[in-house]
Nanobody, 125 residues
């Protein structure tokens, strides 16, 4: 069992930066691949970024590639999403998720077993 709690969201101007954190509880955090998703009003939840359980592999949606960076600290049971050069279209609720996958990254929603409650990111233009 893994519980996830996101933090770090807020209101930022276009071009600014935010760093999201996702704190996990549970003894098996290191056995989980982690991901970030987002959902804007009226739209489906979409993949943003993923990282393998060791952290050697990452993968990004084309819309955030070069601007966002996912990382993790297994000792702290925390995964991060550094978001730079934010755009108004990045406005959404951001969710972290955990998938019981011991190799590689996971990009599909259905493979993630655990989800956080989400944190709002609003980018003003």
């Amino acid at each position: 069992q893994v519980q996830l709690v996101e933090s770090g969201g807020g209101l930022v101007q276009a071009g600014g930066s935010l760093r999201l954190s996702c704190a996990a509880s549970g003894r098996t955090f290191r056995s989980y691949a982690m991901g970030w998703f987002r959902q804007a009003p009226g739209k489906e939840r979409e993949f943003v970024a993923a990282i393998s359980w060791i952290g050697e592999s990452t993968y990004y949606a084309d819309s955030v590639k070069g601007r966002f960076t996912i990382s993790r600290d297994n000792a702290k049971k925390t995964v991060y999403l550094q978001m730079n050069s934010l755009k108004s279209e990045d406005t959404a609720v951001y969710y972290c998720a955990a998938a019981p996958v011991s190799f590689g990254v996971v990009v599909t929603t259905r493979q993630y077993d655990y989800w956080g409650q989400g944190t709002q990111v609003t980018v003003s233009s």
